[in-house]
């Protein structure tokens, strides 16, 4: 069966770290988007990318970056990470179709102390 | 300015009763609406949508949701609630871009 999967489930690091997160799908979608999730915020749209090689910045993209060499993969780079980016990331996916349905991963839990 | 509005942060209703969550939105055009419910510790999964047509638009596990062109809203709604619908519930518009903060249902036995 098709799946989105990020890793590491959980992750602690020291501010100022360089952090990567990993998101990878089996469902071919063009597209992919990584959010943050914190109380009262609901999901804020960090990047997203419509294809290999397409990336934009999202709402709060200050201080993340993403590549996409290929179809399945959209890691999430923290460059030097703050106390500010402790959060729970998601990943997600969907065709390219700007209606379809999001596919999410299960998210990964990161505390930067 | 795009945006999605959820007004209530928590809601309590009893096993039976019936639910309503509210959802407004701001957007230029004519919006791809949807609502997503996400359990502790899980990923966000599709409830259900709305694209064009019929207003009246049927999900998964009951729910149901009505899109309201003149009051800019998509309220969910079921009529009898069960213990395992204690969720968190996320309203959507567009692509993926905007969600609102979401409503916590609990439960009551």
């Known amino acids: 069966d098709a799946e989105i999967t990020q890793s590491p489930r959980h992750k602690i690091t020291e501010t100022g770290r360089q952090v990567t997160l990993a998101c990878h799908q089996t469902w071919n979608h063009n597209n992919m988007f990584w959010y943050r999730q914190d109380l009262g915020h609901g999901l804020r749209l960090i990047h997203y990318?419509?294809?290999?090689?397409?990336?934009n910045k999202g709402e709060v993209s200050d201080g993340y970056s993403v590549s996409r060499s290929n179809t399945e993969d959209l890691p999430l780079t923290l460059e030097s990470a703050a106390s500010s980016q402790t959060s729970v990331y998601f990943c997600?996916?969907?065709?390219?179709?700007?209606?379809?349905?999001?596919?999410f991963g299960p998210g990964t839990r990161l505390t930067v102390l | 300015a795009q945006s999605v509005t959820q007004p209530d942060i928590h809601i309590t209703v009893s096993e039976g009763a019936s639910l309503e969550l509210r959802c407004n939105y701001s957007?230029?055009?004519?919006?791809?609406l949807f609502w997503y419910v996400q359990s502790p510790g899980q990923g966000l999964q599709l409830l259900l949508k709305y694209f064009s047509g019929d207003t009246l638009v049927q999900g998964i596990k009951g729910f149901e949701a009505e899109f309201k062109r003149s009051q800019s809203s998509f309220n969910l709604r079921k009529p009898s609630v069960h213990w395992s619908d204690a969720a968190e519930y996320f309203c959507a518009v567009g692509g993926g871009f905007y969600f609102g903060s979401g409503t916590k249902l609990n439960v009551k036995p």
């Open positions: 957007y230029g055009a004519t919006p791809y």
């Open positions: 990318s419509y294809g290999v090689q397409d990336t």
């Open positions: 997600a996916s969907s065709t390219g179709f700007s209606g379809d349905t999001q596919y």
